[in-house]
């Protein structure tokens, strides 16, 4: 479960839990994650197909506050890919990059897959999909410290801006930090892919996301007061919804 605070005030934007299926390899197969407001109504749904490229997954993202779905697969020939914008109804085609291509949440992947190289300070670069611009922007990541007084576990902590010195100028460097121990990704700060409430805002949330696991989480759910299974029922609702909406699109 992830928590979205506001950068500034510190207020709680939104919720997102993530259900994570492994191959018999013990690698991510496929992801499923519902987007919940404080107020515990889901407003957003995705899925994630790890399957044909660990790093840049097949995504479909619906926000049912625009009545949207956003697809991204991979071209049929080529190493392209397609987005798919079920309000627009417009279709458009990305062709591949030439640094490592990384989709959505594959950032992580592309952590675990170069662990001990960030560990040892390199920088690894590569080219990030920008769906509402539909192309790659290129950034590089490197660890900014290891923080070995952080409580229980040390933490790896990352810096990831983008290559381009104009585009540095404009958006501030995403942060991230990792338990060293188990690879868990616990914080993350920085522009987030979920847009502002308010139909037709067209900015996404700048946030804080912390991260929760296991114990954690359980407890978090306890003190807000969400009966058992509540995280059960909303993965039920949003994916029901999200199918709907993509079979009324796929009707018309």
């Known amino acids: 479960m992830g928590t979205a605070t506001d950068i500034e005030s510190g207020d709680d934007l939104y919720h997102e839990y993530y259900r994570v299926t492994l191959n018999p390899e013990n690698e991510y197969a496929t992801a499923k994650v519902v ?4 107020a515990g109504e889901v407003f957003a749904f995705k899925t994630l197909n790890y399957e044909p490229r660990m790093l840049a997954p097949q995504l479909v993202f619906t926000d049912f506050r625009r009545n949207r779905t956003t697809s991204v697969d991979h071209a049929e020939r080529g190493d392209g890919i397609v987005i798919q914008n079920s309000e627009s109804g417009r279709e458009e085609r990305v062709s591949a990059a030439a640094l490592p291509m990384v ?47 952080s409580g229980m576990s040390e933490v790896l902590r990352l810096s990831i801006q983008p290559e381009n010195t104009f585009i540095r100028w404009l958006v501030d460097p995403i942060s991230l930090e990792y338990d060293l121990n ?22 996404n949330f700048s946030a804080n996301i912390h991260y929760r696991f296991a ?19 909303w993965f039920e609702v949003g994916e029901a919804r999200a199918n709907g909406m993509r079979e009324a699109v796929a009707s018309e």
């Open 35 to 38: 987007y919940v407001s404080p």
């Open 103 to 149: 989709i959505d949440a594959g950032f992580d992947r592309l952590v675990q897959s170069h662990w001990f190289d960030l560990i040892a300070g390199e920088t690894i670069k590569f080219s990030f999909l920008a769906l509402n611009r539909a192309e790659w922007i290129r950034f590089r990541m490197k660890s900014s410290e290891i923080d070995k007084a």
């Open 182 to 203: 188990t690879r868990r990704l616990l914080r993350f700060s920085g522009l987030t892919n979920i847009e502002k409430f308010g139909a037709g805002s067209g900015e």
């Open 215 to 233: 114990v954690d989480l359980r407890r978090y759910l306890s003190e807000k007061r969400w009966y058992p299974g509540v995280v059960s029922k």
